[in-house]
């Protein structure tokens, strides 16, 4: 998807950018290929949107029809884009050691899980919120999967290689089969 700041100045294809994604997030609404000409198609599109959302069917986008394309188009945007990122921080030099509680252990024992389930050398960790001997044993294995040294603690480089390694496998997992 373009970044919206290339459609300034664009009506049309940004009309068409928005019934595109509606689109893809509702198939009962017709698909349209944004090319910034107010043809047949695009005609055919506003007056299925109009119809579904209550509005005069007359295929021209008036005032009303683009607020209500607007107003569908953003929670359309949002079920259409990639889930949003979570940042977390480890300080500079921050290593979490054994026996240490802390709040993003939680996310790294659901990562190792998710992995254990792929990987039958990584031991399956509980969820504690502390780097206990479970889950410094699941991390040690992640660890030298990934070549690693075989610490057990959590470090940058250790959240690194699970940040890449989680998607993929949570992926394969979530495939219909």
């Known amino acids: 998807m373009r970044p919206m700041e290339s459609f ?7 009309l068409q950018t928005m019934l595109r994604v509606i689109a893809e997030d509702d198939p009962s609404h017709v698909r349209i290929i ?4 107010y043809g047949p198609e695009t ?32 929670p359309a945007l949002i079920n259409q884009d990639a889930a949003y990122p979570l940042d977390v921080i480890l300080n500079p030099g921050q290593v979490i ?6 709040p993003h252990m939680y996310l790294v024992q659901a990562m190792l899980t998710v992995l254990a389930e792929m990987y039958a050398s990584i031991a399956m960790p509980a969820l504690t919120g502390i780097l206990d001997a479970p889950t410094a044993d699941s991390l040690a ?3 030298y999967l990934s070549g690693l040294p075989m610490t057990g603690d959590l470090d940058k480089h250790t959240w690194k290689h699970l940040v890449l390694q989680y998607p993929l496998a949570a992926n394969l997992q979530t495939r219909p089969g």
């Open 97 to 102: 050691r054994r026996g240490e509680r802390h």
């Open 141 to 143: 294995s992640f660890q």
């Open 8 to 14: 300034i100045g664009q009506p049309i294809r940004s």
């Open 43 to 74: 005609v055919s599109a506003v007056s299925t949107f109009q119809r579904k959302h209550g509005l005069p069917v007359t295929g021209v986008t008036d005032l009303a029809t683009w607020e209500a394309v607007v107003e569908a188009y953003n």
């Open 34 to 37: 944004p090319d910034g000409i």
